[in-house]
């Protein structure tokens, strides 16, 4: 079974502009999770859907935005970038809610994001 | 406190046992994981254990949980260079879909 999948795997973007990242879950996965990791922040949680649906979100500011389409692949928007977006962006995907094994996430390799 | 704590480094010499301890925040935190993260790649689930459980053993791992101390590690036997990346624990806290993770501990075996 193939893995997640990220794609860009690296981006370069100046200030003030946006970017969309794309995940891809492994097959029969319908839940995604979106993560940053920043040296400083360490590895924080952004959001996570399910059947196209937002069900949890971190404490990240409206700029950061994502979406789920009905075949489980996920995108993520930051608009406005800002210096401090420059990070990891890591994706995972899980079943889906029940029982907690069900929701153990997988990670795909992530987006390396720069912003100048 | 809110923080899952891993010490920051370990180096441990090849074929020695590496022991990465980890202090979770949620007493009943249901699932604590452990994820291994190479250079410039993303996590690799290495082991979980489930909240019920002391300890599980994987091959060269082996994952002892103290519930009550909220304490958690991952045992590496016969560490080989391989082996040198960043670990991380994660828990699963109660009524949280996230999963909340360490800062990691840098692993560098010495040949």
Known sequence: KAGVTQTPRYLIKTRGQQVTLSCSPISGHRSVSWYQQTPGQGLQFLFEYFSETQRNKGNFPGRFSGRQFSNSRSEMNVSTLELGDSALYLCASSLGPGRTSRETQYFGPGTRLLVL | ?111
């Open chain 2, 1 to 111: 406190g809110e923080d899952v704590e891993q010490s920051l480094f370990l180096s441990v010499r090849e074929g020695d046992s590496s022991v990465i301890n980890c202090t979770y925040t949620d007493s009943s935190s249901t699932y604590l994981y452990w994820y291994k993260q190479e250079p410039g790649a993303g996590l690799q689930l290495l082991t979980y254990i489930f909240s019920n459980m002391d300890m599980k053993q994987d091959q060269r791992l082996t994952v002892l949980l103290n519930k009550k101390d909220k304490h958690l590690s991952l045992r590496i036997a016969d560490t080989q260079t391989g082996d040198s990346a960043i670990y991380f624990c994660a828990e699963k806290r109660t009524g949280a879909n996230n999963l909340f993770f360490g800062t990691g501990t840098r692993l560098t075996v010495i040949p």
